[in-house]
């Protein structure tokens, strides 16, 4: 065995099955998004319903609207969002700061700007299980210093969920998904391991990395890499810069997915029971009325 291999801490390092640029495109109101999952191109990727790169200035936003079945997750990239919802939950997240909220059975809101300037940030929709999605809603929030982070050997990470570098996350995900956060200097060379069986993708968003395989072209910003199965991935920084990038895995769910909007259940009836829920403020849209 070379001295390459024996150093390895994984065994069947996942490969790139896919790559997809994101394009611009309007949102919300007055708002963008780069849209990587959640297009349609790539309309789901279990558990993960969309992965949307958001950037947004006032008096654009995300005025009142609801969602049902599904957990969004906002992570803050630059400035600060207020968030508000139908039962008087209402909080600001600024830069580094992250909001989890299980939707569940129903949350009515609105997400708008709370500072000057371009607001930037990451918001990720993860599916809950059939007998998850009409759980009470629940927020877990954490400010920025509250992240767990560890460097190590030209690698520094943001555990939003699940573990790396031996370092936990507070966040409890009911659908199991591990989120960090990278930043590799130039010459850095990450292995992480991720559970064999759970689906994976990359996320760049600043500088260009090298991924799955040593002699693979690099991969700029705003480009997303799905994985194939494994117990890790590798990634290299080979240039100059900080290299930023996103590492998102869950455990899929395997069931049947009707979206319709901001709501996402198993089945059409489902979504019609929804519609109508809402419609009429009831079955956890009660507080829709005011
Ligand atoms: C939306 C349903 C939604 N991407 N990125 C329908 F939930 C939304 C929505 C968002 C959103 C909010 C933030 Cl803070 C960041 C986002 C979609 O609120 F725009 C539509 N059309
Ligand atoms: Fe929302």
Known sequence: MSKAEISSVLREPRFVVKK??????AEG????VRRSIGRFEL???D?????????VTAPGGFPDHPHRGFETVTYMLQ?????EDFAGHKGTIRTGDLQWMTAGRGIVHSEMPASQGTQKGLQLWINLSSKHKMIEPRYQELLSKDVAEVAKDGIKVRVIAGEALGTKSAIYTRTPTMYLDF?????????QPI????NSFIYVLEGEGVFCKQESSPTKAHYILLLGFGDGVEAWNKSSKLLRFILVGGEPIGEP????GPFVMNTQEEIDQTIDDYEYCINGFENAKH
């Open 79 to 83: 400035g600060a969002m207020t968030h």
């Open 257 to 260: 997915v009707v979206q319709y």
């Open 20 to 25: 997809f640029q994101t394009r611009i495109q």
């Open 183 to 191: 930043t590799l200097k130039p010459g850095a060379h990450l292995q």
């Open 47 to 55: 558990p993960f319903l969309v992965l949307d790169e958001f950037s």
């Open 29 to 32: 109101v007055g708002a963008v």
């Open 43 to 45: 309309r789901h990727f």
């Open 195 to 198: 559970p064999s069986l759970w």
